[in-house]
T-cell receptor
């Protein structure tokens, strides 16, 4: 089955800095890669996703890049704000269900 | 309607109780999922229903029993749970095809005493 590795497990940045979270996956059949943000006690919320026919996607301060050859994808958050503090999960989906990475706790300090 | 609704939001139950968690969506999604999530961990897949048929059961103990009465509803029946079953139980839905994401409900916070 699919295996998704996510790094780092924790990330602390100052407000205004950029944050990068990286994931690798094992199943070359995976073709859909969402990122979820989960605030304490709340549901995971989809913040951005990318499909395998695209190398990069951007939505305001958030961007995702995908390298299918190397089987890795990354989340980039620019101009971080305290409200970006949360746990971020990457995931990969192919023929089966969504497989999640272990999560990254992002802390943005004012 | 672009939401997945879960009830109840919080549940405390004894180890001898029987209770049910409910999930509802009206987005026309034909795949529905139950996940269990412990603190600071990723969601862990329990069951998948595709076109109202159970398609995946991730070796979940029989004290958890899923039910999909129709394409909009998903239940999780609980019986004789253990304290270690305390967790956030998330329902999600999607289209069954490959490259669609999941929409998660807000979850039921379950405490077994």
């Amino acid at each position: 089955g699919e295996n998704v590795e996510q790094h780092p497990s924790t990330l602390s940045v100052q407000e205004g800095d950029s944050a990068v979270i990286k994931c690798t996956y094992s199943d070359s059949a995976s073709n859909y890669f969402p990122w979820y943000k989960q605030e304490l006690g709340k549901r995971p919320q989809l913040i951005i996703d990318i499909r395998s026919n695209v190398g990069e996607k951007k939505d305001q301060r958030i961007a995702v890049t995908l390298n299918k050859t190397a089987k890795h994808f990354s989340l980039h958050i620019t101009e971080t704000q305290p409200e970006d503090s949360a746990v971020y999960f990457c995931a990969a989906k192919g023929y089966s269900t969504l497989t999640f990475g272990k999560g990254t706790m992002l802390l943005v300090s004012p | 309607d672009t939401e997945v609704t879960q009830t109840p939001k919080h549940l405390v139950m004894g180890m001898t109780n029987k209770k049910s968690l409910k999930c509802e969506q009206h987005m026309g999604h034909r795949a529905m999922y139950w996940y269990k999530q412990k603190a600071k961990k990723p969601p862990e897949l329990m069951f998948v229903y595709s076109y109202e048929k159970l398609s995946i059961n991730e070796s979940v103990p029989s004290r958890f029993s899923p039910e999909c009465p129709n394409s909009s509803l998903l239940n999780l029946h609980l019986h004789a749970l253990q304290p270690e079953d305390s967790a956030l139980y998330l329902c999600a839905s999607s289209q069954p095809e490959r490259n669609y994401g999941y929409t998660f409900g807000s979850g039921t916070r379950l405490t077994v005493v």
